[in-house]
């Protein structure tokens, strides 16, 4: 069994009025020195040992369901899951 983190993020090209919200609540808050914020999203998967290719497996996922490709960008790190 393997964990999939994928960590989703808007494109830089695509504006994050919610990273700006965040923002700019730092600098009111005195944290000046935050220089930009970006927001994006977290999955994690626990993936049973399949017959397929594990990469080939999460693009699928993440471009037909997980992720908009037209806005976002992901990436993904695989560990060995341990059994509970």
């Known amino acids: 069994m393997k964990k999939v983190k994928i ?3 808007l494109r830089e090209s695509v ?3 919610q990273g700006s919200a965040v923002m700019g609540a ?3 808050m005195g ?3 935050i220089a930009d914020v970006r927001i994006g999203k977290y999955l994690e998967l626990q993936v049973d040992d399949s017959e397929r290719p594990l ?4 693009k699928e996922m993440c471009e037909k369901l997980l ?7 992901y990436r993904y790190d695989v560990e060995e ?3 509970k």
Not at 55 to 58: A, G, K, M, R, T
């Open 67 to 73: 992720t908009n490709t037209v806005i976002e960008d």
């Open 26 to 28: 730092l600098h009111t």
């Open 7 to 9: 960590y989703v993020t």
């Open 31 to 33: 944290y000046d020195e």
């Open 55 to 58: 990469d080939e497996l999460v």
């Open 81 to 83: 899951a341990v059994r």
């Open 15 to 17: 504006l994050d009025p």
